[in-house]
């Protein structure tokens, strides 16, 4: 899943891992556990995470290249958040070996309404869900409806550093989106849309190119 900070990726990330068994793989996610934890790399991330720029590649790379190693990911998995710079996205045609290729989706959402998003964007401290600003009262809801662990806002999810984030997207990520766009896999859709036409057009786009390229979707889990 591709897109800007913001753009949904996480929240339809998670949707789309959940109804079809997947393990959803989010290299943020794995870094603020990190940090949480107190570890030596999370230590060492934090300061770069906290100013929006990106974490080193390479570093990067091991971390994924390790997770979809486990025997959860062999039937499959969803990236969020990965890659996001064209070493990555390189790095990661070297790792995916003899596994089906890659469906690529690129969310599209203009920046004012990243901005806007990610200013009333929380998250629960225990589980990691996101609240969405779309048509609710963020500030409203006090505890996550998954867990009932309490809403933080990230520390990088000010307007100053969001915005700095934008920029490293369209300066490092963008150029990415090009290394995809000729590939039969990749799908571009409207992320500005309510979550649940996303999370249509989403399932619909990896059903198009499944169907293209004769891939076997997973079975659908039931509710
Ligand atoms: P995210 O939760 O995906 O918005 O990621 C939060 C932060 O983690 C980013 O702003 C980066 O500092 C770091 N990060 C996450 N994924 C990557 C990646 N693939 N490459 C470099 N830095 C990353």
């Given at each position: 899943m591709l897109g800007p900070p913001g753009a949904g990726k996480g929240t339809q990330a998670e949707v789309f891992a959940r109804e079809f068994g997947l393990p959803k793989i989010s290299t943020g996610d794995i870094l603020r556990e990190e940090?949480?934890?107190?570890?030596?790399?999370?230590?060492?991330?934090?300061?770069?995470?906290?100013?929006?720029?990106?974490?080193?590649?390479?570093?990067?790379?091991?971390?994924?290249?390790?997770?979809?190693?486990?025997?959860?990911?062999?039937?499959?998995?969803?990236?969020?958040?990965?890659?996001?710079?064209?070493?990555?996205?390189?790095?990661?045609?070297?790792l995916m070996g003899e596994r089906d290729p890659l469906i690529v989706v690129e969310m599209q959402v203009a920046d004012e309404e990243i901005v806007r998003r990610v200013k009333s964007r929380r998250v629960c401290s225990v589980c990691g869900a996101s609240v969405s600003a779309f048509g609710d009262r963020p500030h409203a809801v006090k505890r996550c409806q998954n867990c009932g662990g309490s809403l933080v806002t990230r520390a990088d999810d000010t307007e100053t550093v969001v915005r700095e984030r934008l920029k490293v997207y369209w300066r490092e990520t963008r150029p990415m989106i090009e290394y995809y766009r000729d590939r039969p896999t990749f799908r571009r859709l409207n992320g500005a849309q309510a979550p649940e036409s996303v999370r249509h057009d989403l399932e619909a786009a990896v059903f198009a190119v499944a169907?293209?390229?004769?891939?076997?979707?997973?079975?659908?889990r039931p509710a």
């Open positions: 940090m949480q934890s107190g570890s030596e790399l999370g230590r060492a991330v934090k300061a770069v995470m906290n100013r929006g720029e990106l974490v080193g590649d390479q570093l990067i790379i091991g971390i994924v290249r390790e997770r979809l190693a486990r025997p959860d990911a062999v039937p499959g998995f969803v990236l969020d958040g990965f890659p996001r710079t064209v070493p990555q996205a390189e790095a990661l045609d070297g169907e293209g390229l004769k891939l076997v979707v997973p079975p659908r």
